[in-house]
């Protein structure tokens, strides 16, 4: 499974405020980029705080993209993931409704009334790990069901166990003309952080894009 981390970040490295609204960073080119590599990705992931926050749809916006992944015999969306320890996403949300196949990562504590419920919505669970979903069987069991290219949106908490668990291997930062500031802002990697055996990474590309710039990285 090829991992890939795709993020738009302010120029002093924030997704959003720290009230964790939704906030327009980069611009129409940029979107369009996102949408193409969600095009390219088998499934798309976000963590459970993403669908929180934002509530988003996660499927494709181009309709020549979508007709070529029909032409490919593939389906019309990428799947949808949520890394939902929990099984706090809430029933309603967009991200469980019938446009895509959705996956929900859950650990044993999730309750099984939820789990139930999310079953008759037509959501697949994948249960791992104890107390929080282990990412690494988790995805094992992803790619057993076909996913071998994994498209990675957020937030940080989830980057930074993914990164934890030497899971990407690719990063894509969108950085763009915005100071939020703020010491409670979330960040691209937030979590515990790394204390040492920081991962490293190897710069691929540099691009200007919608007056901010493109960062390309291999992990």
């Known amino acids: 499974m090829h991992v890939v981390v795709n993020a738009a970040i302010s120029a002093d490295g924030k997704l959003s405020t720290r009230r964790r609204e939704q906030v327009a960073i980069s611009g129409p080119a940029d979107f369009d980029r996102v949408d193409a590599l969600r095009a390219k990705s088998d499934a798309v992931v976000i963590g459970v705080g993403t669908v929180l926050a934002d509530d988003p749809h ?17 389906p019309p969306h990428p799947a949808r993931v949520v890394a939902d320890s929990r099984a706090r996403t809430p029933p309603d949300a967009r991200i469980v409704d019938d446009a895509a196949t959705t996956y929900l990562l859950v650990s044993e504590a999730a309750p099984t009334d939820r789990l ?49 668990a030497g899971l990407v291997d690719e990063l894509s930062t969108y950085v763009g003309p915005t100071i939020i500031g703020g010491r409670d802002a979330p960040t691209l990697v937030d979590g515990e952080g790394f204390l040492e055996g920081f991962p490293a990474l190897e710069l691929a590309s540099v691009d200007r894009v919608d007056g901010g710039v493109l960062l390309r990285w291999y992990a």
Request: proline letters at 0%; zero cysteines; charged letters at 40%.
């Open 116 to 164: 139930d419920a999310f079953a008759e919505r037509g959501v697949e669970t994948v249960v791992t790990g104890e107390d929080r979903v282990d990412l690494s069987e988790a995805f094992s069991a992803l790619a057993s069901r076909g996913i071998e290219r994994l498209m990675v949106e957020g937030g940080g908490e989830l980057i930074f166990s993914l990164f934890e």
């Open 58 to 74: 996660l499927t494709l916006d181009d309709g020549e993209r979508i007709a070529a992944r029909e032409d490919r015999d593939e």
